[in-house]
Nanobody, 127 residues
């Protein structure tokens, strides 16, 4: 069983930055590919970013490319999402997720690839 706890959300203005963190329990964090998803009110949960077990491979949604950066620190069992140049349309509840049994260099964009989910952290971008 893996527990994921997100933090770092908040209310910011357009153009601001935020760094989300997701801390995982357990000793096998390095065995998981990790992902960030988000869900805005009235919308489906959507993929934002993913990082492989190796930390070398990453993938981003088109909406995140060039603005968001996903990274991981296996020594701290934590995955991060640095979000820059935030826009009102980035407003959502952001979830991190862990994929068990992931290949070392694999990245996973589908919601169904993930086995464990956090409770989410709210990001609101508004002037």
């Amino acid at each position: 069983q893996v527990q994921l706890v997100e933090s770092g959300g908040g209310l910011v203005q357009p153009g601001d930055s935020l760094r989300l963190s997701c801390a995982a329990s357990g000793r096998t964090f390095s065995n998981y590919a990790m992902g960030w998803f988000r869900q805005a009110p009235g919308k489906e949960r959507e993929f934002v970013a993913t990082i492989s077990r190796s930390g070398i491979s990453t993938d981003y949604a088109d909406s995140a490319k060039g603005r968001f950066v996903i990274s991981r620190d296996d020594a701290k069992n934590t995955v991060f999402l640095q979000m820059n140049s935030l826009k009102p349309e980035d407003t959502a509840l952001y979830y991190c997720a862990a994929a068990v049994g992931a290949s070392y260099g694999g990245t996973y964009l589908r919601h169904s690839s993930y086995d464990y989910w956090g409770q989410g952290t709210q990001v609101t971008v508004s002037s």
